[in-house]
């Protein structure tokens, strides 16, 4: 079965810096997305890409944060300079059509220290 | 997108049905019914999701009340993997915006106890 994937599954940084969170969504799939849960509170959405733009975005996806799809395969989040808050599991999701099911990956953890 | 109401936690016997009640009483009439559910701090799972009609696949059933109130989902043989936080998540088919965001509440969390 098709599967969306991310890596790395857990990523540990420094506060102040920069990091890039990479998924490869199922590769007919058309709308993209990144979520994040921290640790014992809700999933949350944080931006939804489509036709190679950003379609909507949360309060949460502020300017620290950008997402990109390079190469017609990779899709990546970055966030630019890392805070404490921004610890969390990160999920990546991927759907070929905007009534379907979404597909998530199993996630990249970020711990910022 | 309407808000739903889950009970916080259920207990179920392994090998039996597992019914997870869901309110939506402000759902309108273009707005389906999702469930999706999360083992262990994994990505989210889709189950299943309806219109009006009762719907079942491989993976459980889902009945709406006639008025599409309130849903049930259905686990018919609920095994120790099952164990999951599951969610009831309603919203348009085609949203206003082209991102069609999933919004998750706090779900149920079920135990599934041998």
């Known amino acids: 079965e098709p599967e969306v994937t991310q890596t790395p599954s857990h990523q540990v940084t420094q506060m102040g810096q920069e990091v890039i969170l990479r998924c490869v969504p199922i590769s007919n799939h058309l709308y993209f997305y990144w979520y994040r849960q921290i640790l014992g509170q809700k999933v949350e959405f944080l931006v939804s890409?489509?036709?190679?733009?950003?379609?909507?975005k949360s309060e949460i996806f502020d300017d620290q944060f950008s997402v990109e799809r390079p190469d017609g395969s990779n899709f990546t989040l970055k966030i630019r300079s890392t805070k404490l808050e921004d610890s969390a599991m990160y999920f990546c999701?991927?759907?070929?059509?905007?009534?379907?099911?979404?597909?998530f990956g199993q996630g990249t953890r970020l711990t910022v220290v | 997108d309407a808000k739903t109401t889950q009970p916080p936690s259920m207990d179920c016997a392994e090998g039996r049905a597992a019914n997870l009640p869901c309110n939506h009483s402000t759902i309108s009439g273009n707005e389906y019914v999702y469930w999706y559910r999360q083992i262990h701090s994994q990505g989210p799972q889709y189950i299943i999701h309806?219109?009006?009609n009762n719907e079942t696949n491989e993976m459980a059933s889902l009945i709406i009340t006639e008025d599409r109130k309130s849903s049930t989902l259905i686990l018919p043989h609920a095994t120790l993997r099952d164990t999951a936080v599951y969610y009831c998540i309603v919203r348009v088919w085609f949203g206003g915006a082209a991102g069609n965001k999933l919004t998750f509440g706090g779900g149920t969390r079920v135990l599934v106890k041998p």
């Open positions: 890409f489509y036709n190679n733009e950003i379609s909507e």
């Open positions: 999701a991927s759907k070929w059509d905007r009534g379907t099911e979404a597909f």
């Open positions: 309806g219109l009006k």
